[in-house]
C-alpha cells in the first residue's frame, strides 16, 4: 500500500518561508509523478505544482509561480517531494497536500484527478 505523509506545515508571518516535506513508501517511488495541491478556507482544491518522475519537467499554478519551487529526491533513503514556499502571503493559507500518480508520465499532470494517492494534508497558515 503506498501511504504519503506530509511534514513541515505551520505559521509563518507574510514574506516568511516555507518548506514542506512528503514521504512516500513506494517501491518504485522513483516512476511517480507528483504533485501538491491546496485547498483555502472556503475553497475549492487548488492545484500548486507538479513534477515528472525525473525532476526534469515542473509545472506551478498561476498563483505560485516565481515564489514557490518543487523538488524531489529518488534516492532509496529519501523517497520524497518538497515544497519550498518563499515570499508567502496571507492568501496562501490553506491544508497543502501531497499527491501521487504511478503513471510514468513524461510531463507532470495539473489535473487532481489524475493522481491515485494522497496525503493527509498539513496545516499553513500565513499571519499579514
Known amino acids: 500500500q503506498v501511504q504519503l505523509v506530509e511534514s513541515g506545515g505551520g505559521l509563518m508571518r507574510a514574506g516568511g518561508s516555507l518548506i514542506l516535506s512528503c514521504t512516500v513508501s513506494a517501491h518504485t517511488f522513483g516512476t511517480y509523478t507528483m504533485g501538491w495541491f491546496r485547498r483555502g478556507p472556503g475553497n475549492e482544491r487548488e492545484f500548486v505544482a507538479s513534477i515528472n518522475w525525473n525532476g526534469s519537467i515542473t509545472k506551478y499554478g498561476d498563483s505560485v509561480k516565481g515564489r514557490f519551487t518543487i523538488s524531489r529526491d529518488n534516492a532509496d533513503n529519501a523517497k520524497s517531494v518538497y515544497l519550498q514556499m518563499n515570499a508567502l502571503k496571507p492568501e496562501d493559507t490553506a491544508v497543502y497536500y501531497c499527491?501521487?500518480?504511478?503513471?510514468?508520465?513524461?510531463?507532470?499532470?495539473?489535473?487532481?484527478?489524475?493522481?491515485?494517492?494522497w496525503g493527509q494534508g498539513t496545516q499553513v497558515t500565513v499571519s499579514s
Open positions: 499527491a501521487a500518480s504511478r503513471a510514468l508520465a513524461r510531463e507532470p499532470y495539473v489535473e487532481s484527478d489524475k493522481y491515485t494517492y
